[in-house]
C-alpha cells in the first residue's frame, strides 16, 4: 500500500471552497489511490455534522477557511468523530500535493488523533531541528524566566539538544538572570562572519545554562544589536536548527524585522500572557494580529501564566511536552510560583573568542 500505511483505504473529509476541491479531488484519485474523498464540507459550520455522519479518518482542513481555528475544529471532532485527525494546509497553497498526501498519510497512521502540518517552513537541506519562538503579549509576562526554565525543562525531560537565543536584542536579561556577565561572548560575534556557523564556533560562542543548555546571548552593548541584521539572522537559525534538536528563542513585544524574521521561521510562535484579564486580552490580540500579518494559525500557540496553586513543575512538564510535540493552539496553563524555581548557576568560560 502507498505510504506504508495499514489502512485498506483513507476516507478524507474535505473542507474548502469548491474550486480547490475540485482540484484536491483530481489530484488526490490520481497520485494516491489508496485515498478516498468521502465528503466535502464547505462551510465551516458543517465540519462536525459532516464528520459526524461520513466518520473519515482524515479531515483536510484549508488554514484560515470560512474563519475556522484548527484547534477549535479538532476540539470538536474530538466529540463528533473522535478518530477523526486533522491536516491542515497552507492558506496560500504553498506546499505541494505530495506534501499533502504524505501528511494525510502519516496523520492517518497515528494510533491517536491530532493535528497534522501539511508543510513547513522552508529549510535548507540538514536543518533538521525545531525552533519555538516565544512572543510576550505585553510587559511583565515574564516570557524571557518562561523561556529560560522551559529550555531547561525541554533539555531533562527529552533527549533532544537545546538551545536559548535572547532575541531582545537592546534589552535582553537573561544574562543577568543567569549570571552570565562576564561570559565574553554574545549574538554580535557571530554577526561579523559570513560563513554559516558551525557546531564548534556555536559552542565557542554560546555560553552554558541550567541542564546544559547552549545560551546564546544578547549584544553586550545596545549599539551592537545593529550587527544583527535580518538576513544574517536568519542564517544563523538555519545554523541552530541544524545543530540543536530544539532551539528555543526569545523575542520582545516591540518586534522589529528580526523579531519578525524568526517568528516567520518558527516551527511554533507561543504567546505568552500574565495572569490578569488584561493581558488575557493582549494575548488574542496579539494571537489574531499574528494570523492577520499571515503567520499560519495551526504555527501559532498561547500559554497564560495563572495564580493558582497548582504544582510548578507539574506544570512546566505540561507544556514542555506540548512544545516538544509542537502542539498549536491553547497550552496548558503555567501556575505562577510564590518564589521562582532556583537555577542552578552555569560554568562561566572565558575563551580567547576576539571580536573581528
Known amino acids: 500500500m502507498p505510504g506504508g500505511t495499514e489502512h485498506r483505504v483513507i476516507r478524507v473529509l474535505i473542507a474548502d471552497d469548491v474550486v480547490r476541491v475540485v482540484q484536491d479531488l483530481a489530484a488526490l484519485s490520481e497520485q494516491a489511490p489508496d485515498i478516498e474523498v468521502c465528503g466535502v464540507a464547505p462551510r465551516a459550520a458543517d465540519i462536525a455534522g459532516e464528520a459526524a455522519s461520513l466518520a473519515p479518518d482524515v479531515l483536510l482542513l484549508r488554514e484560515q477557511?470560512?474563519?475556522?481555528d484548527p484547534s477549535r475544529v479538532a476540539l470538536e471532532l474530538a466529540a463528533t468523530s473522535p478518530l477523526t485527525r486533522v491536516v491542515t494546509i497552507p492558506v496560500d497553497g504553498t506546499d505541494s500535493i505530495q506534501q499533502r498526501i504524505a501528511a494525510i498519510r502519516g496523520a492517518a497512521a497515528r494510533s491517536e488523533p491530532t493535528i497534522e502540518l501539511a508543510a513547513r517552513p522552508q529549510r535548507r537541506a540538514g536543518s533538521t531541528g525545531s525552533l519555538v519562538v516565544l512572543l510576550p503579549a505585553s510587559g511583565g509576562a515574564g516570557t524571557s524566566a518562561l523561556a529560560?526554565?522551559?529550555?531547561?525543562?525541554?533539555?531533562?525531560?527529552?533527549?533532544?539538544?537545546?538551545?536559548?537565543?535572547?532575541?531582545?536584542?537592546?534589552?535582553?536579561?537573561?544574562?543577568?538572570?543567569?549570571?552570565?556577565e562576564h561570559h565574553p561572548t554574545a549574538i554580535d560575534d557571530l554577526m561579523q562572519r559570513d560563513e554559516e556557523p558551525d557546531r564548534e564556533l556555536l559552542e565557542q560562542v554560546c555560553a552554558t545554562g541550567p541542564a546544559n543548555v547552549a545560551v546564546l546571548l544578547a549584544p553586550h552593548r545596545p549599539e551592537h544589536a545593529e550587527l544583527v541584521t535580518e538576513a544574517r539572522l536568519r542564517t544563523l537559525l538555519i545554523a541552530l536548527r541544524r545543530n540543536y534538536g530544539i532551539v528555543v528563542a526569545y523575542v520582545p513585544s516591540r518586534l522589529d524585522e528580526r523579531g519578525s524574521a524568526a517568528l516567520d521561521d518558527a516551527d511554533l510562535v507561543i504567546v505568552v500572557g500574565g495572569p490578569n484579564s488584561g493581558n488575557l486580552a493582549d494575548v488574542e490580540l496579539t494571537r489574531e494580529s499574528l494570523t492577520a500579518r499571515g503567520l499560519p494559525v495551526a504555527r501559532v500557540a498561547t500559554v497564560v501564566a495563572t495564580d493558582a496553586d497548582d504544582d510548578y513543575a507539574e506544570s512546566m512538564g505540561g507544556l514542555a511536552h506540548a512544545v516538544a510535540t509542537l502542539q498549536p493552539g491553547p497550552l496548558p496553563p503555567i501556575a505562577q510560583p510564590q518564589v521562582a524555581p532556583p537555577l542552578p548557576p552555569p560554568p562561566r568560560r572565558r575563551l580567547g573568542f576576539g571580536r573581528r
Open 65 to 68: 477557511f470560512d474563519g475556522s
Open 148 to 180: 529560560i526554565i522551559l529550555s531547561a525543562t525541554l533539555s531533562r525531560v527529552t533527549d533532544k539538544t537545546v538551545a536559548l537565543v535572547d532575541l531582545d536584542l537592546l534589552h535582553g536579561d537573561v544574562r543577568q538572570t543567569l549570571h552570565l
